[in-house]
Each structure stands twice: as C-alpha cells, then as structure tokens.
C-alpha cells in the first residue's frame, strides 16, 4: 500500500516524471500528489478542470498525476470526474493528516497568508529540514505547533503565542490533545498550502 506522502516523496524519479530529454520539468511538486488525495478524501467526484484549479497547476499535469494515481489503484476515473478508491482512502488515512485550512494572517505568519495541516498522533519535531522544504514548494517560512494542555504552544517554550493569534487559530480548527499543526506562510495562499505540504512530507520522514 502506498503512503500518500511517501508516494508524493517518491514522485518524480519512480513515475516518470522527472525531466525529459529537452530538459523540460512537470509543472507540479512532489507535495500535490497528497493534494490531491486531500482533495477528494471527503468522497465527491472532481473534475479535473476544478482539480486543476484547486492545485493551481495546468490540466496536463493533472492527466499526467490521474495516470499515476490511478496506475497504483488509488483513485478511480469516470466521466462524473475522479474519485477516492478504497485503497487511496486507506492510503490517505495511513498519513497523519486530519484536517488542513487557510488561517488568518497573525503575528506567526508575519501578516502574511498562511495555511495549516493538522497531525494526528504525539509527534516531536527535530531539526529544520521540513521547514526548508516549506521554502522550497513556495512559502516564505512555517512554524510548528503543539496543542497541549488545551492551549497552542510552540516547541520553544521562552516564547508564547499571542492570545488574540492563538484564538485565530482555534477558530478555524478543532485540536486534540498532542496534535501537531504545521503553519506555512507566504505572499499567495497557493505557496502558503504547497509549503505545509511539503513540511509535511519532511516530517514523515523523521
């Protein structure tokens, strides 16, 4: 069974989708293949045109990513649009994300937009590379959160979350007990959401 993010990790080189002969590279990143499962977790039928939109890349990458998705028996292609197989549900549910949401701007996202993925378990989080991968799909920069105790509370404990942010946040997600939130930021909501992604893929690998 294929992992959604390990899928995503594997991307390029393992599906053929690294660059051709010409030099040329496909237009989406590794992170949109766990998009795309995101996307059509909750059991509706997309087309690939609104596919396309939500992922903001070009309808050819879109068939190209159908191919391979479908090649691995995680989702399955009608003329109602494509939908979630029972294996690219089980797929998606062996990842620990449980939610991801646009949040306001705060004072975490230095004003800017910023997009948040919700993981499921008590997880610790070492070193930066996640947050450089963050970088690299787009964003400017990401933090990591930990609800516990009932309160958000960043791994550095000398510094605390503004309350007025912190509601903000709580707002627009319901936590449990150890979850993790991964928060990415940039200028556009797209680089702000390819970037938690892509955090998160970072993080599986720890």
């Not at 701007?105 to 590379?129: C, D, I, W």
């Not at 509601?167 to 390819?194: F, M, P, Q, T, W």
Request: contains cysteine; aromatic residues 8%.
């Amino acid at each position: 069974m294929i992992h959604p993010i390990r899928f995503a990790r594997h991307g390029s080189a393992r599906f053929g989708f690294a660059k051709n002969a010409y030099g040329s590279a496909p237009s989406f990143s590794e992170c949109d293949f766990a998009r795309f499962l995101w996307l059509l977790n909750g059991g509706k039928r997309v087309s690939r045109g609104e596919i396309a939109r939500a992922l903001g890349v070009g309808e050819g990458s879109v068939r190209t990513m159908i191919r391979a998705l479908e090649k691995n028996g995680l989702i399955d292609v009608r003329r109602r649009g494509c939908g979630i197989t029972e294996k690219g549900r089980k797929t998606f549910d062996e990842s620990s994300v449980i939610n991801a949401v646009s949040i306001p701007p705060t004072e975490l996202s230095y004003g800017k937009n910023a997009f948040a993925l919700v993981l499921s378990g008590n997880r610790k989080v070492h070193g930066l590379v996640w947050r450089d991968e963050a970088v690299k799909a787009g964003a400017e920069g990401a933090t990591a959160l930990f609800f516990k105790d009932g309160e958000l509370q960043l791994p550095v404990s000398d510094y605390s979350i503004r309350n007025s942010d912190a509601e903000k946040i709580l707002d627009k997600i319901d936590l449990r007990e150890g979850n993790l939130i991964v928060l990415s930021y940039g200028r556009a909501r797209l680089n702000a959401e390819r970037g938690a992604w892509a955090a998160a893929t970072a993080l599986s690998k720890e």
